[in-house]
């Protein structure tokens, strides 16, 4: 019994990279049940690059789940963003979750964009000014919404996605001064307060792809900058998890 997904995240669409990702996407059905977009899919966050992001991840031929990234909110269009991702058959989760019924059993993927403010000993608290507060209080909702929906998924394995990073770990190469807003150890906390198979974030794109949780679930960065392919392919049973490459993208990316 195993599972095979394929992630990739931060993949930046415009116009000048449709095309870039699709001729590895073409063999995807043969070798994932799922394809998981980590966030960052537009350069912008227009409704025009969301157009690109349907052209590039739609109609694959395997169920796409994904979460928005910061860039995606950047322009203030994320309804148009979002109504453009689910209109090409794109599962967009925000605090939710998904199970999918694939060959090797019950894929559950719960999703949030996440947010930061940083990690043990290192991290923002709800203290002081308001908009201190607000910052941490952002976060702590939206890993309150991801632990409960991780919890009450009835499958066989769990999945948590996100774009901002849960862990330091796979934060190595960026400067430590950013690790504030590039994840939340909060995060971290709502995919150990479940039985996680495996998290995936994107977001650090000078970050290192393996870590793992305090409560042990591996952890993997999947930005496209870290992970330099299409994207990369984890095989779940119930016990373990291995990876194997995949196809590569075009020149350039
Ligand atoms: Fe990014
Ligand atoms: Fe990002």
New binding site residues.
Partial sequence: MVIRIAAV??V?LDEDVVGRFRPALERLPERADVLLLA??LTRHGTEREARCVATEFGGLGVPVVAVL???DYHCDEVPQVLRVLRDAGITVLEGDSVVLECSGGRLGIAGAKGFGGGFAGRCASDFGEPEMKAFIRTTSGIADRLGAALREMDCDVRVALT?YAPVPDTLAGEPLEIYPFLGSYLLGQAIDSAPTGLAVH??A?AGTERGTTPGGVRVRNV?HPVIKQAYSVFHLGEQSMSSQVSARTGSGT
């Fill in positions: 995240g931060d930046h966030g960052d990234g910061n860039h774009h994107g977001h794109h930005a």
